[in-house]
């Protein structure tokens, strides 16, 4: 599903240059779930930016789902993440001017087919049903990552990126969104890649990859 | 690109912050307003124009000449046949036995039923008939009132005393503005030649209006007549060529303002701009995390470029209304200039093309700051700290600066009417706004050097002017281009008056004229002015003549040909003179000036516009034509003359011992300091001789002054709009920046600021501001008319230190208020409600 070669990035420093990310190969299977944890700094969101076809690699390259992203461009990477690819952020990452439902929709309405049933089944299901015509600031931050994860599945991607997806919430609420994000996996068949520094979340991933200073330190299947 | 994505996006964007945004689209809102009003006003203007050509005429077609017709023109009036009135028209002394008093008058002599067309109201009513009754004169109410006389008093008008029946209320064709250039009177043309007026020297201007009978093509009547008739200098009015002439000249000013409300546009287009810039920053997350779910780069560019247009859409719409409410007062601004009753109808054309000008100029605009989403990398959802990426030439980005400078060049030829003036308006106002730029980017560079010295207040407001996202150099542009607008009309305005300034107790020059002195009156008028005690200057002759050969070839074969410049030249009469010295409003420019005997061609002195008309130079042939008598002369010199003095100023110059046996007349200057003197003087020399003329100087003054004023006004008027775009613009700089400044106003008051000290550091930022802005703009006015005055005027340029102080101190007052009023409520906030908003934030 997910392939990476001699993934490396590079970027100039004070007259020198910096590489975070070194020679990374690996690969995810379909219905993967892939936990890449390490300090920070290790090189983590860096590696994610590039799977997900964010960012280019000074060198390496990268197939997502049988599409090599090199050779796309900008605009063909992002059509194919809007089709493909879900995403959870560590800082929510709604848009503050629309509400809980409208910011389910996008994904949806950029693929040109809106389905406000599925939009709302979504919200219904990470709890939020009556709460679809909130705006962001008017939900708690759990709330809000429950309407990201709402939103990262309802174009039902094959992949689903997630970056320190608990990492702004409470351990309780954490919790919460761990187990959400895990019966959507399940319920979709969804590959699913996160950056964590949370060791409850780590566990759960079927595979873990540990970077320290942009190299795998370690790679273990649960 | 998914255009139903990009519709809803951008509406739904456009739901919060609607205040803000609203800002955005009140940038173009008061220079669609300028357009929208000018324009429709225009439209007014030609439709009044059509509708009321006929009338202003007063005629099917006029023959007009400065001598009584010649016979050729008399058979051809005799051939056209209809109903024919004349008018012959002349400036004479008007004199009131009963009060003792004169008045230089235009008088105009009426035979037959002029005007055929149209009807000159008097009061009291339906006078009009009955002035060929008699001995009768209609006359303006202010030469009633100057003569101190009342309706039924009789007045002389050279030998002969009419009776005054009536005043004039309305004239078809009257221009407000004329009565400031002295009254006027209507009379029995059967007793013109009783006046013993229409002498030697006289200046009089002979014309015959026709009424076709039915049928009759007046246009073919005037392309049938005027080549034969040109070389006799008579010329033909049509009411068409009237209506045309008339429609390109009010058609001009109409453009010239329409010029000034253009920047009031595109200085909103600044502020589009400005405010797209900060609101496109406020979204730069949104836009990566709508990239990472699978928006493109021109779906996000199009999301807020539909939000741009929308509200540029609403703001023009805005300003159209309010341009067609501006339009009902145009008449009343201009009215005095334009010789048409304006009859106002909302011109949704105007409206329209105002609109989609204001639209378009917001598009043109936003579009550089929203090129910068497309470079938003999807990364930036995950790290704050990723910079757009910049890579190799952006060929868009060149494309829009292509595209705005297209707009400019477009709109302003559009607006202007002609190609050459659109593009040297255009320059003109890129150029402007680039040394505005440079003076802002000055002050951003000064203000950290100079503001260690400072009380914090001043401090603090002067740092202000470069805290990161600033907008400094965006009100700066805007307010001062609106300064710079009214700095220049300002200056001009005092330039040219200051230049015809005769009235001042300090002004040396003469104020009283008297011409038409015949040579057997000059000595009687000297010892009038020597019994006043009035010092007067040398009196000068004047001697009317006509060119009738250059350089040995013909005035008849030059005239001829049609391709030649400054035929004008060649068709008009001369007032020349002689005199053994240059005067004072005089300088030599080539040849030298005559000394010693008389060679046996006669030596003259050309001013140096006439002899590049005539394209000659020193030791070049003239024979002139006075009265009849060839007279053979060498130019000996070529002369500047400085035309803006009230003094008798000449194109030809004769050395003595030439024309002296000539037909002349003699005119004579004086200073006569007080105005009840002029009077009296005035009077006498009516009184004695009827037709000398007596021209108290300070009421040309007067008028030009009026006419200089209402020209002004309305000019004024419309750079006013660019002023208030410039306070939009600031506003919304304020607005789009209260976040930040409440920020930082919670934290000083956090450390113990009081919120009078929060006002001063305000009040410090806009008034620095504010001077800035005034100051550039004084310095670009006197600039501007300095080149004004010297290229265009040709005048000396005078700085008013008074004017110019307060020009400035009202910009920089404006600004703080606007400033202060707007930036207000961040004081008002309490610290620990902003600073948790901050930290929920």
């Known amino acids: 599903m997910i392939r990476c070669e001699g993934l490396t990035r ?112 979504l919200l219904a299901d990470v709890g939020l049903a009556g709460r679809e015509h909130h705006y962001p ?86 | 690109m998914t255009l139903p994505f990009v519709l809803r996006m951008a509406g739904r964007e456009a739901r919060a912050g609607f205040r803000r945004l609203a800002l955005l689209a009140a940038g173009v809102t008061a220079g669609v307003a300028a357009l929208v009003a000018i324009n429709g006003f225009t439209e007014n203007l030609r439709d009044s124009i059509a509708q009321q050509a006929q ?74 008939p009955t002035l060929q009754g008699g001995r009768n004169v209609i006359v303006d109410p202010s030469l009633l009132s100057s003569l101190g006389i009342a309706i039924g008093d009789s007045i002389a008008v050279g030998d002969t005393h009419f009776q005054v029946i009536a005043t004039i209320a309305a004239v078809p064709g009257d221009v407000g503005i004329r009565s400031a250039f002295g009254p006027r009177a209507f009379m029995n043309g059967a007793f013109l030649d009783s006046t013993g007026l229409l002498g030697f020297g006289a200046r009089v201007e002979y014309a015959v209006f026709v009424k076709l009978p039915p049928g009759g093509n007046a246009q073919r009547i005037a392309e049938q007549w005027r080549p034969r008739l040109r070389e006799a200098r008579v010329r033909i009015h049509t009411v068409a060529d009237d209506q045309a002439r008339l429609d390109n000249a009010l058609t001009r000013l109409a453009n010239f303002l329409g010029l000034v409300a253009l920047v009031a546009l595109l200085l909103g287009g600044l502020g589009v701009a400005s405010a797209v810039h900060v609101h496109i920053r406020g979204k730069l997350e949104t836009v990566a995390m709508l990239r990472c779910v699978g928006a493109t780069s021109r779906q996000m560019v199009g999301v807020y470029l539909v939000q741009a247009a929308l509200l ?34 909302p011109s949704w054309r105007a409206a329209l093309v105002g609109t989609l000008m204001g639209l378009w100029v917001a598009v043109a605009f936003a579009l550089l700051p929203l090129l910068e989403v497309r470079r938003v990398p999807p990364l930036a959802a995950l790290r704050r700290d990723v910079s757009a990426e910049r890579t190799g030439r952006d060929w868009w980005r ?39 730029w440079c003076a802002a980017a000055l002050v951003m560079w000064l203000a950290r050097r100079v503001s260690a010295g400072l009380p914090y207040a001043w401090r603090q407001g002067v740092l202000n002017l470069r805290r990161p996202s600033n907008q400094t150099t965006t009100v700066i542009l805007a307010i001062g281009f609106g300064a710079f607008l009214l700095a220049t009309v300002l200056l001009a305005q005092h330039t040219l008056l200051r230049t015809l300034d005769i009235s001042s107790p300090s002004s040396a020059n003469d104020n009283m004229v008297f011409f038409d002195i015949q040579p057997s ?84 002195s050309v001013e ?39 003094e008798p100023n000449f194109f030809v110059v004769f050395e003595p011992g030439v024309l002296e046996d000539a037909p002349h007349t003699w005119v004579t200057l004086a200073r006569v300091p007080r105005p009840e003197s002029r009077g009296l003087l005035a009077r006498r020399i009516a009184a004695q001789y009827p037709n000398v003329t007596s021209l108290d100087l300070t009421f040309v003054q007067d008028a030009i002054s009026r006419l200089l004023g209402k020209v002004t006004l309305a000019i004024r008027f419309m750079a006013l709009f660019s002023l208030l775009t410039g306070m939009v613009v600031l506003v919304g700089a ?71 102080t307060l020009l400035v101190a009202c910009t920089a007052l404006v600004t703080m208020l606007v400033g202060l009023w707007t930036a207000l409520d961040v004081s008002r906030q309490t610290p620990l409600g902003v600073l948790r908003g901050v930290m929920e934030g």
């Open chain 2, 55 to 128: 009338a202003l005429l007063g005629a099917d077609l006029s023959f007009e000449s400065r001598s009584a017709l010649p016979d050729r023109a008399r058979a051809a009036l005799d051939s056209i046949g209809g109903t024919q009135a004349t008018v012959t028209t002349f400036s004479a002394m008007t004199y009131a036995g009963r009060s003792e008093t004169a008045r230089l008058t235009q008088m105009n002599a009426v035979t037959g039923g002029w005007p055929f067309y149209g009807r000159i109201e008097t009061e009291p009513a339906n006078a009009w």
């Open chain 2, 734 to 804: 304020i607005a789009t920046s209260r976040f930040q400044r409440v920020r930082e106003g919670a934290l000083l008051r956090t450390l113990g600021a009081s919120r009078r000290q929060l006002i001063a550091v305000a009040l410090a930022e806009y008034a620095a501001l504010g001077l800035v802005a005034g100051l550039s703009a004084l310095i670009l006015g006197c600039a501007a008319t300095w080149a004004l005055a010297r290229w265009v005027f040709q005048v000396p340029f005078m700085l008013p230190g008074g004017a110019a």
């Open chain 2, 398 to 436: 060149i494309a829009t600066f292509l595209a705005l400078g297209l707009t400019v060049l477009l709109l302003s030829v559009w607006q202007s009417g002609h190609l050459m003036t659109g593009a040297i308006f255009a320059g003109s106002v890129v150029a402007v706004l680039a040394l505005l």
């Open chain 1, 137 to 222: 600031a008017q939900l708690s931050g759990g709330e809000q990552q429950r309407v990201a994860l709402a939103r990262a599945f309802v174009n039902t991607p094959r992949i689903l990126f997630a970056d320190e997806p608990t990492g702004n919430l409470d351990a309780a609420t954490g919790a919460t969104i761990i187990a959400l994000m895990h019966q959507l996996n399940q319920a979709n068949g969804t590959t699913l890649v996160l950056v964590t520094h949370d060791q409850l979340l780590a566990d759960r991933a079927r595979r873990t990859v540990r970077l320290a200073d942009g190299e795998i330190v370690s790679d273990s299947a649960a």
């Open chain 1, 10 to 121: 590079s970027y100039p420093s004070g007259g020198g240059t910096l590489t975070v990310l070194k020679n990374i190969t690996l690969s995810v299977e379909p219905g993967g779930f892939l936990a890449i944890v390490g300090p920070s700094g290790s090189g983590k969101t860096t590696l994610l930016g590039l799977l997900a076809g964010l960012d280019h690699p000074s060198s390496g390259t990268v197939t997502l789902d049988g599409v090599r992203l090199d050779t796309l461009t900008e605009d063909g990477r992002a059509r194919l993440r809007g089709e493909r690819v879900g995403f959870v952020f560590q800082s929510f990452q709604l848009v503050p001017t629309l509400t809980a439902l409208e910011n389910v929709l996008v994904p949806l309405e950029l693929l040109g087919r809106p389905d406000m049933a599925r939009a709302h089944q």
């Open chain 2, 608 to 646: 140096r516009d006439l002899s590049e008309e005539l394209g000659i130079s020193v030791g070049d042939v003239i024979v002139w034509n006075v009265q009849g008598t060839m007279i053979p002369t060498r130019v000996a010199s070529i002369r500047e003359v400085d035309w803006a003095r009230f």
């Open chain 2, 312 to 345: 540029a859409l609403v703001g023009s719409l805005a300003g159209a209304l309010i341009g067609i409410l501006v339009q009902q007062a145009l008449p009343a601004l201009l009215g005095d200039l334009i010789p048409v009753d304006v009859v106002f109808h």
């Open chain 2, 521 to 604: 009156q000059l000595a009687g008028v000297d010892s009038i002015l020597h019994d006043g005690g009035i010092a007067a200057s040398p009196p000068v002759a004047i001697v009317p003549m006509r060119v009738a050969s250059v350089r040995g070839v013909a005035v008849t074969t030059l005239q001829a040909d049609t391709a030649r410049d400054g035929r004008w030249a060649l068709r008009r009469e001369y007032r020349s003179t002689w005199r053994d010295t240059l005067v004072s409003s005089e300088k030599l420019l080539a040849g030298q000036w005559w000394t010693g005997p008389r060679p046996d061609t006669a030596r003259i």
